[in-house]
């Protein structure tokens, strides 16, 4: 079938029944069928790219030049973006078709996908449940089938929760690997974008064009340039017909990863996964990290810290929504950033100025960022024995859209993947099953830092 077909079977797909999971925010179906009917014809002469004409979507977290980019907020809700992220040009280049911008929690705040300008988004596999979140749009779509592939971003597990919730893949990479030029910033010390889909080898797939050094972004970093689908095959020819592919692999596990608040399913599910690790040759061994719940207060102090920081530059002047007939310049700076900012991103700027203030900067900004380097050392002491670190995604499968859960719970679902990027670690879920509700269960496989190849080829031989 030709890559026209592909994009007509996907924008039908879409167009009946997106109605009921409300994943995309922006179509951009003529673009697309364009741009596939040259892919076919660039395939005709010979073009051997292997995602020339490969449908996908763009998170509204990346700009996207002369299409709207939301963020999933008011305040950018007429933003036509003058110019691409460096993502979005490089997967551009590989010859892939956008079909589109993909719904998200305002400014990528939150783990639920509840808190968009453009309404909550429901997870394909039971429509009253959440698909998790921020990236819930990226997620639901590839689930729903809509799209093969996603990108996605992830501050604080953004990428690996929602995939969790939704039974796919989903892979952050390590800090700096990709380039954050263009990517609308929440905290930029964390913000990291990475791929979804529906297992490790497509998230391999779309992650090879979007890394590599970017001089647009100073935190990009020049390192090797790994070929991720090289790496998985080379894996998967070495592992032969051998019942143990897996031998010789260090699984750590922490029980700070298995603690209080755990669903008993999802624990379940995970270790019954970490048998199956076992019975494939790997081994796992017991790690120390560091407590969780300081991890979780950490990251509430910080990515709220930058946040507040990014964000004073939507004021209604330079950027973003601007209010009816402000009667001055307060008037208009206050009204515009009330009206054009939800509940949660003002909670969010109101907590990070608060820790960022004259009086309080060394009590909570400077000791969170001290506890940071502990993380970053308890990290580097558990990689000592160990190849790679499991656990679950999250504490809970998908949890219901009427329970409209409150902002400090919310929170607490994010304890297993914050870690990760206070670390600049890379890590990705996989799904490992589905609870007595038919609810998708995640397992996240943290590693060092540059080791997505081992973390992608690893989850391949998993699976
Ligand atoms: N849920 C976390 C938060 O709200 C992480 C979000 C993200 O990774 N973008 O900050």
Redesign the pocket.
Known sequence: FSSLDLTEHFIKRIDALDSKINSFITHTSETARAQAQAADEMRAQGDMRPLLGVPMAHKDIFCTQGVLTTCGSKMLHNFVSPYNATIVTNIDKAGMISLGKLNM?EF????DTSSSYYGAVHNPWNLEHVPG???GGSASAVAAGFIPLATA???????R?PASFCGLTGIKPTYGRVSRFGMIA??SS??QAGSMGRSAKDCAYLLQPMIGHDPRDATSIKHDMPDYIQDINEAEAKAGNSDKPLAGLRIGVAKEYFGEGLDAEVDQLVRAALQQYEDLGATVVEVTITDPEITLAT??ML?PAEASSNLSRFDGVRFGYRCENPKDLIDLYTRSRSEGFGP?VQR?ILMGTYALSAGYFDAYYTKAQKIRRIIVKDFDDAFKNCDVIASPTAPTPAYKLSENLDSAT??L??VY??GV?LAGLPALSQPVGLTSEGLPVGLQLIGQHWQESELLTTAHLFQ
């Open positions: 929690d990528a705040m939150g783990s979140g921020s990236s971003s992830d501050t604080g597990g953004s990428i929760q929440y905290a964390l913000d990251y509430y990515a949660e969010r919310m929170y679902g994010d993947t914050i990027n």
